[in-house]
């Protein structure tokens, strides 16, 4: 049985997610004791128990202390399987948290995963935006060899979620390794900046322009999609997603999103300066995608590389428990201004 303290490292609810993934792929039983032990309200949340039955769906796992509050979790696999599933949150809990939990188990599922998430929040503080998910982590995977299709229907924001997506992935053989190793030229900056019920405020034009006015301060002439959304009538909300591209297939994301009296400008240019820190370090991925790829990375048959400007606490703790839990060793060395992550 894998044995894991979640208060170790970042303390958590990374060590939760990719414990979880990792004992369905080894189809191995997990305790996990102490979950989220240093966050302010530890143990499980909805986003987090939901992320568990989900994966519990996925892996045929039983599972004992899988409710709220709990900060102690069996789960015992039993292979995964596939087809489809259907996720509710319930809350404004993050969906993106939800995918990035079992994507790592649709990634060698016995047949095509199709899952629905319903009521949840698809752009909330603490989490990447769903358009970064579908924008930036999906494309990058999709160079290691996993198609996926991810579908919103709805946008959720706090406090009230009732977000809604779909995500079809289609199993892989074999993940190949993602090599990075240079950051290239820029080819094209893209993004898309999206409000719901606040076309009459022009929140998502707003975010666009001053984000598009500050890239440009950077040499980047950035295209950004417009999108005035009326998917959800009972949460006004608004996000933004920006994405750079360079000649050696590097792939960079920054994103931003709207709060109650949080100016649209604000916005844009949070989004804009993420990015632009991205580009100007020449990393080969972001600071938020680096942590995100490690198990991927470790699935992958033969060595993987990227750069990225810092080691986040996140990434320092993803590597550490992969290799706690599986047979491969991960790398961080510093090379001037920027980090060169290996696995080995």
């Not at 414990?19 to 302010?40: C, D, M, V």
């Not at 990225?308 to 201004?337: P, Y």
Request: positive net charge; glycine residues 8%.
């Amino acid at each position: 049985m894998l044995e894991i303290d979640g208060s170790q490292k970042s303390g958590s609810g990374t060590i939760l997610r990719l414990s979880i993934a990792l004992a369905g792929i080894l189809n191995e039983p997990l305790h996990i004791y102490k979950i989220r032990q240093r966050r302010t309200q530890p143990g499980l949340r909805p986003q987090h128990l939901e992320a568990v039955l989900t994966a519990a769906k996925l892996c045929n796992a039983e599972t004992k202390g899988a409710k709220i509050g709990s900060r102690e979790l069996w789960f015992e696999p039993s292979g995964i399987t596939g087809g489809d599933l259907h996720a509710e949150i319930g809350t404004a809990g993050s969906i993106p948290m939800l995918l990035l939990t079992i994507l790592p188990l649709c990634a060698i599922a016995k047949e095509t995963v199709r899952i629905h998430v319903t009521r949840g929040g698809t752009d909330v503080r603490y989490a990447p935006t769903i358009n970064y998910i579908k924008h930036v982590l999906l494309p990058v995977l999709e160079q290691m060899g996993l198609e996926t299709r991810l579908d919103v229907k709805k946008y959720g924001y706090y406090p009230k979620g009732m977000g809604e997506i779909s995500l079809e992935v289609q199993p892989c053989s074999e993940l190949k390794p993602l090599r990075l190793k240079a950051f290239g030229n820029v080819e094209e900056v893209k993004g898309t900046s999206v409000c719901t019920f606040l076309a009459e405020r022009k929140v998502a034009e707003r975010q666009a322009k001053t984000a598009s006015k500050i890239l440009k301060t950077h040499g980047c002439e950035a295209q950004i999609e417009v999108v005035n959304d009326t998917s959800n009538p009972l949460q006004k909300g608004s996000s933004l997603v920006l994405w750079a591209k360079t000649s050696t297939d590097a792939l960079l994301g920054g994103d931003a999103i709207g709060e109650i009296r949080k100016l649209s400008e604000i916005v844009g240019r949070e989004a804009a300066e993420n990015l632009a820190r991205e580009i100007e370090a020449r990393a080969t991925v972001d600071v938020h995608l680096a942590d995100m790829l490690v198990p991927y990375m470790a699935l992958a048959k033969g060595r993987s590389t990227y750069l990225c400007r810092r080691v986040t606490e996140h990434l320092d703790t993803n590597m550490w428990l992969a290799q706690k839990i599986l047979d491969v060793k991960f790398e961080a060395r510093k090379a001037g201004s920027i980090y060169k992550i290996k696995r080995v």
